[in-house]
C-alpha cells in the first residue's frame, strides 16, 4: 500500500481504501496489497527510575530519554531489516 484514499474509503463506509501500485490499472483487484514481509519485536524496558519524579518536568531530561528511546528503537528496527531481507519475497 502506498496510500489511503481516506475520501474514498468514508465514501464507501471502510476504514481505509488502499493505493497500491497496481490501482487503477487492475482495478479493484489492484487494491488489493501485496504480500510482504513481517518482524514483530519487542525491545527490553529502557530503565527510567534514574530519573526520579522531578525529571518529568525537566525538558533536557524528556529530550535525552526521547534520543535514547529512539536511537534504541531505530538499532532494533536497522537489525531486523537485516534479518527480514527484501520485503516483496
Not at 502506498?2 to 479493484?28: K, M, S
Not at 488489493?32 to 513481517?38: A, R
Not at 518482524?39 to 524528556?62: K, L, N, R, W
Amino acid at each position: 500500500m502506498i496510500g489511503n484514499a481516506q475520501w474514498l474509503a468514508e465514501l464507501l463506509g471502510l476504514p481505509y481504501f488502499p493505493i497500491t501500485p497496481l490501482f487503477p490499472w487492475f482495478g479493484l483487484l489492484g487494491t488489493i496489497p501485496l504480500p510482504s514481509d513481517w518482524i514483530i519485536a519487542f525491545g527490553e524496558p529502557v530503565p527510567t527510575d534514574h530519573y526520579g519524579p522531578a525529571a518529568a518536568g525537566d525538558s533536557a531530561a524528556v529530550c535525552e530519554l526521547a534520543d535514547r528511546v529512539r536511537d534504541i528503537v531505530q538499532q532494533m528496527v536497522n537489525d531486523l531489516v537485516v534479518e527480514r531481507g527484501p520485503a516483496f519475497s
